[in-house]
């Protein structure tokens, strides 16, 4: 089942802009993680946030998290063309390591 | 770096034959899971192991199997393959909750 929701599910911007993707989930969480993935190929983990934090940087990445709202968000800054992916993000609970991703947002970087 | 590899990336097969999808990791992690990702619809869980010979269903579990009888390996199993398995299937292992994928395998069915 289907716990996390992308929005939007597509995105194109100019290169060096910022790109905000968000995702929304129905039910309690221990941690929220994004995940991108080019095309045609596996995933690659990006970044995790747990349930008791509300920020997280890595590099250009900026993720929150709203428990209160179930939603989170992802920003990239400064895009560049490489950054042209999926990105997916993904739910986990407590007591297992089962994760339950979202549909995705296709980014595309218009160089 | 953690390494997940899976045996094929592209397999063309027919209708009612039996096909195996293989996927190896080199980081000893005890959970792997196979997904398969169609386009609209995301990942969905068919099946994961979280040990040896140990197995539980996911989310799609119809028409497929799984063995695992070395920790590193876990196949995955269409007993009889038909049009509607066509789909692209991806392979991880989980340590800590984060998940390392494989290329994935695109299945095409005859």
């Known amino acids: 089942s289907q716990q996390g929701e992308e929005d939007p599910q597509a995105l194109s911007i100019q290169e060096g802009e910022n790109a905000t993707m968000n995702c929304s989930y129905k039910?309690?969480?221990?941690?929220l993680q994004w995940y991108r993935q080019n095309s045609g190929r596996g995933l690659v983990h990006l970044i995790l946030?747990?349930?008791?934090?509300r920020e997280k940087h890595s590099g250009r990445l900026r993720v929150t998290l709203d428990t209160s709202k179930k939603s989170s968000s992802l920003l990239i800054t400064a895009s560049r063309a490489a950054d042209t992916a999926s990105y997916f993000c993904?739910?986990?609970?407590?007591?297992?390591?089962?994760?339950?991703f979202g549909t995705g947002t296709r980014l595309t970087i218009i160089p | 770096d953690v390494k997940v590899t899976q045996s094929s990336r592209y397999l063309v097969k027919r209708t009612g034959e039996k096909v195996f999808l293989e996927c190896v990791q080199d980081m000893d992690h005890e959970n792997m899971f196979w997904y398969r990702q169609d386009p609209g619809l995301g990942l969905r869980l068919i099946y994961f192991?979280?040990?040896?010979?140990?197995?539980e269903k996911g989310d799609i579990p119809e028409g497929y199997s799984v063995s695992r009888e070395k920790k590193e390996r876990f196949s995955l199993i269409l007993e009889s393959a038909s049009t509607n398995q066509t789909s692209m299937y991806l392979c991880?292992?989980?340590?800590?909750?984060?998940?390392?994928f494989g290329p994935g395998t695109r299945l095409l069915v005859l």
């Open positions: 991880a292992s989980s340590w800590q909750q984060t998940q390392y």
């Open positions: 039910t309690s969480i221990n941690n």
């Open positions: 946030i747990r349930s008791n934090e």
């Open positions: 192991s979280y040990d040896v010979k140990m197995k």
């Open positions: 993904a739910t986990g609970a407590s007591g297992n390591e089962k994760l339950t």
